[in-house]
Nanobody, 123 residues
């Protein structure tokens, strides 16, 4: 059984930064694809970024150039560095793990999910 726990969310002003962490337990996820998704009130969950075990990554156009996904396999942890935050980035951010090792943006492909962490960006 894999457990994912996100942390690092909070309330910031537009233009500021936050770093989210996702700590995995129960299994080593060094070969898994790891992803970040977000869900704003009244909206569907959307893809943010993903990173393959090789380090290859993929971003949604809305965050490209502002967010950076990284992983520390020794710590079984994935990070999302979010810079130049905008009010439209406000959402609950979820970490997810995909056993298929394919770099993809489909939420349905991910096997394990965390509980989420709230990010609120004020104007």
């Amino acid at each position: 059984q894999v457990q994912l726990a996100e942390s690092g969310g909070g309330l910031v002003q537009a233009g500021e930064s936050l770093r989210l962490s996702c700590a995995a337990s129960g299994r080593t996820l060094s070969r898994y694809t790891m992803g970040w998704f977000r869900q704003a009130p009244g909206k569907e969950r959307e893809f943010v970024a993903a990173i393959k075990w090789t380090g290859a990554n993929y971003y949604a156009d809305s965050v490209k150039g502002r967010f950076t996904i990284s992983r520390d396999n020794a710590k079984n942890t994935v990070y999302l560095q979010m810079n130049s935050l905008k009010p439209e980035d406000t959402a609950v951010y979820y970490c997810a793990a995909d056993r298929s090792r394919v770099l993809n943006s489909r939420a349905g492909s991910y096997d394990y999910w965390g509980q989420g962490t709230q990010v609120t960006v004020s104007a």
